[in-house]
């Protein structure tokens, strides 16, 4: 028989994040995918990931509506626990072998409750990573309800060792983020023209010259924080001089000074050769990065995608403190002279080694051999 | 102002642990008890609970049902599902400073749960322990979930602090059942006659001479097996010879052979020099330990408050595999000569020094100096 | 495509009275069975329905815990709400055409809403019947949110239609109780010895000569009172000595007097003809009373089964006060002197003639004839 | 002791609703308010309904979070649900005498579900008023589960006898909107200039000479189909050339051609006598219909307020179908020959008479003295 292996989607970045290990347990000749769709993954004003879900061919075993209306703190514990009663009844009329929880959205929990007091064997992917705030509470709690580990890097494997899991059920498959970026690879040139693909507004760059990337997301909620943050990039890239292409930033909340920042300054220094894009596809944001001669900002792409790319990265502030890193990130302050100096000193210097510190681009596969092979338990005791 | 303290009680014996910390709470100056009585604390097929803290002197600030039937692990999954609701909006209306979750049973991640997604800070009692089964993943998945812990050892205090948490917030306080301990320690004398008083059956024996007390609680579902257990120490018993107060165990599941193989026995050895009890209440049960010559079987009593009380015992088997313990406790295996060699090294030596590896008597009182002066945080790192 | 008919089932009784309508929708060609089992159905303190639902050869769609501990109304009401919860997300997993809601007990209003509220089509079996209490309520309550109605007898249809619903969608399809009665006319003989198939205790009983059968349920919870009531009863059957298969009552309550009242009498008045039972498989109950001379005291069986087999039924006191019957049926009060007259009157005259006023043996297959055909809406306006 | 009543409001427009009657009952004597706000009434994007109570001097007893997102049936149905396992919780620790649920929208029936099933006495505002679609269903719901009514119109009380209640627990209190429109009747007189009050856009109207409003919702989501309908009506006012305030109407579905259909008349025909204003405070919209010549619409004011005021209605079309109306309302199709007709004939005629149908303006008073003097009961028998 299969091992039914029920992995539980409650958003749409988790479902970016495990899509090559939903495919690879679907090819595996010894496991069956149970997909549960739930949470804000169902949700229109969530980006409607069942859609996508869809689109991509897997079929959906069960979908749960449990988002409490609020998005405060009071609506996201009852969330989790509408979650625990919906998820049981699923996961009892389903009767999976393993039930798959991903990463360390508060709401996570609800599965990871779900199955194990139902002695279901839990597996966690994503554990032993480093943030602060709640996300650290709910990744730590996961990681101590679940049997099998399966983490992106080795920092993260030590780290969910230390919390007392025995190694032989802590498997470093690396991030199925990198998967992506190894698919480009084989022909990594940038095969589009940005400008016409995308649009967007600004000065018109040449792509067969050197350019810059730069993705900064706020921090902070404090408006004249946040601006004053992004001046120092801006001032940066202005002394700098050299093509830019600049992503807006996702605006959660309505009060950061981040975009408003940027629109004051391009008032202010018209001219200055920077392009500025909404979004782009994976791949070809991926091939964007690979040909740029860095990125600057603090999105996670720096930390994971790029170390495997080779990419140089400037990673400004503490968004990313915690995690794991490879030779191609340089920490800078919110300082203009900062982050001048440490794009010279890559401009000046070789592109960084490719790294593998977040996996060898086959984490899905790895992922769905380990859920195969692995020997199934329910119980355990704290490893000291 | 006061510190408002929320304390949620889901079962009798969480009641029996906290007492002596919500009586600490409610007689300090800085403090304000909120007692929430939930679960199976309100149900009388699970002893009522919320009948003696009422009888006690507790105000009750709230009553919540959250049990379903079926003491399945299905049921179990979703009654702390819905406690997850219920307490987030119990807390949402309470607005405590402060939630406390007791030990390990499943629900008591409900209240973690509740608590700390709506940033209340969470301090939890008895984390740091090892046992084994659902409870080890529910203890530690609180413990990684609250922001104070109050322990009942230094064995715990370490294995909390190796779990990632800020020495800083874990606080050995001891445990309260040890206060309860302490209070007889005044005039520790046997002061009633436990034949008069409780009845029971089998031989008369004199207080005044050396005798045994035995608590044997079946640790295997399988009928044939506990009976091989008990058996053991029942022989050791006979051959022995000592007066021995027998006290009945609790039989949770049907199918245990325990109570059967003292039955048995019995019957086939009329006239030993044994008496059973079914219950004693706990101050005179603490006394009948005192003045014995040893504790023979299983209890959790003989871990704790026996090593305060400095009264030897011959601990056999699995069951409090894991717990930390005093000088006091001699280990022994399933098996009548060990059983019986380690009586007679106790008897043949003298008692053993008081310990206070699980407190000095005073854990209530100091669990409410940790709420009242203990800096409140609800955002924490990994401390790797 | 067959219409999906979903049939929640939550409790024993409720299954034994649908059970017809459940093949006879298997076996109709257009119509496709999902049968959800829920609540106390699951429980083994109810008499695990579920297995016989399982024995009896149906494929049950999904299983839904639900139950809250307590048995009093704060857990009524919130078993109630968490299976509005689930049984939402049961049902838009389902997509069914039909959903079918039983009768009246308080958890039937959680699969009336689950279904109206998302616009899927509601048939409500047995409504417009009248009792008191607050299964009036939820019986009425389920017909305003159903839109096809399934009921018992005229005058049920009549109390539907005064209750503002269209005439159209009201059936008069017969109980489905009565097509059990219905299956053994073929041959109503008595095939089988009840006192060696059945035990029991009392006197020896030829049942080739006239006798009796009585089964009275206690109506009062107030000891004294529900002891005075079957003590007219015992007393009527005494003085009369006509030989009495009596059946002891369901104990609900514990503090009712009916079967202390049973027991003194047995101990007082020694050698009388009767014998009692625990209780019998129901077509063997039904053919005992086929041939006997009288029913007496206060079950359902008497106003529905009895009046299709025109068997004459000695009804006492309150129980089945409001509703519809037929010819067979004497009412009187809680008085020897009316029982006994009531009884000889019967003995001198002849059986009454069978009634179809609870159907005509085929309100199943009248169930889900009703169901494959009438026009399906989810809309309707009260029609005054 | 005084009756404790508690009110439990989920959503603005049923706080509007009940407003007058809170006050009533915080100033009776005999009774005490204890407030739940749930559901949509805590939520921003609903229009913070609890902020008002809050700002209006209304002490909350309790606030409950229980709205799922996705404005779906099946989120109403689950939202429903977890309202009656929160609302009892709730009930059972504030144990009110009475609570009071109001009118149909799908959440009531969780308070009327939580109280009825606790053996808590339920009062029902605003039964028997028939409207189609599932708000019908979930107020006759209410209706059945209800043991104490507080109608609004003798036509609604007729149905709510009609449905089987007992005429003595049915009361025609009026409808507490009707108390705001009393509350000016004593100086009607326009004392506020509505151009400069309130700005809006077109036409400068000269509130000395005759004037009209409109106030006309759409009906239909094609958007054709309600284009066609704001049409007939804008035609006619054009035909008609008296000076016309025009409220916008509130946009709920994205698809109505109502306001584009306004906007592109604007442009076509401009210098219309035609002034159009978003919203206004409750009083001053009350004073502008007294003063005007007509109300032309489908406003559920027309059929209300403007009946108690006398103010002449011409209602448009079906919004308003089935509800009980006075002489002030002549019913007319989406018809620009009918609306013109229509307006001329009560500008040739007197103003109607005030009528009461809807209540003489205490109702709140007849709420709170209802409230304190009906005998309480809980269990019901339909009246048939």
Redesign the interface.
Same mark, same amino acid.
């Given at each position: 028989m299969k091992r039914k292996i029920c992995v539980v989607i409650t958003a749409r970045p988790s479902y970016s994040r495990v899509k090559t290990a939903l495919r690879a347990i679907v090819n595996h000749p010894d496991l069956e995918l149970q997909l549960v769709v739930a949470g804000?993954a169902?949700?229109g004003?969530y980006g409607n990931a069942v859609d996508y879900i869809t689109k991509d061919g897997f079929e959906i075993a069960?979908?749960?509506?449990? =988002?409490?209306? $609020?998005e405060?703190? /009071?609506?996201? %514990?009852?969330t989790?626990?509408?979650?625990?009663?919906?998820l049981? /009844? =699923?996961f009892? *009329?389903l009767q999976p072998h393993v039930v798959v929880t991903i990463a360390d959205r508060?709401e996570t929990? %609800?599965t990871s409750?779900?199955a194990?007091?139902? *002695?279901i064997p839990l597996a966690h992917i994503q554990g032993g990573e480093? /943030? $602060? *705030?709640?996300d650290?509470?709910v990744r &730590? %709690?996961n /990681?101590?309800?679940a049997d099998i580990h399966l983490v992106a890097s080795e920092g993260a494997l030590e780290?969910v060792i230390?919390?007392?899991e025995d190694p032989a059920y802590v498997f470093n498959t690396g991030c199925p983020s990198i998967d992506l970026a190894n698919e480009i690879l084989d022909s990594p040139g940038l095969n589009f023209n940005p400008l016409e693909k995308y649009g967007g507004v600004g000065s018109t760059i040449d792509t067969n010259n050197d350019y810059l990337v730069v993705m900064q997301h706020p921090v902070t909620t404090e408006y004249e924080e946040s601006r004053l943050h992004i001046d120092q990039t801006l001032d940066a890239i202005r002394e700098l001089g050299i093509p830019t292409f600049w992503f807006w930033p996702n605006v959660d909340a309505g009060a950061d000074g981040t975009s408003g920042g940027i629109r004051t300054f391009r008032e202010k220094h018209p001219g200055l050769p920077i392009h500025f894009f909404k979004n782009m596809e994976p791949t070809d944001f991926l091939r964007l990065l690979y040909n740029s001669r860095a990125l600057i900002g603090n999105s996670s792409v720096g930390i994971r995608e790029c170390a495997y790319l080779g990419v140089p990265v400037v990673n400004i502030g503490t968004r990313q403190h915690?995690r794991d890193r490879a030779a191609n990130v340089t920490d800078v302050n919110y300082s203009k002279t900062e982050i001048v100096d440490a794009i010279k000193n890559w401009m000046a210097n070789q592109r960084p080694e490719p790294s593998t510190v977040y996996g060898g681009g086959n984490a899905g596969e790895q992922m769905a051999k380990v859920l195969a092979e692995v020997p199934l338990r329910f &119980?355990?005791?704290?490893c000291?």
């Open positions: 804000s169902l949700l004003r069960e979908k749960v509506f449990m =988002v409490l209306e $609020g405060n703190p /009071t609506s996201m %514990a009852k989790t626990g509408l979650g625990v009663m919906e049981s /009844t =699923v009892y *009329n508060f929990l %609800a409750i779900a194990s007091y139902q *002695n480093v /943030t $602060g *705030n709640i650290e509470k &730590h %709690a /990681t101590k309800l780290r230390k919390l007392g915690g &119980h355990k005791t704290i000291y």
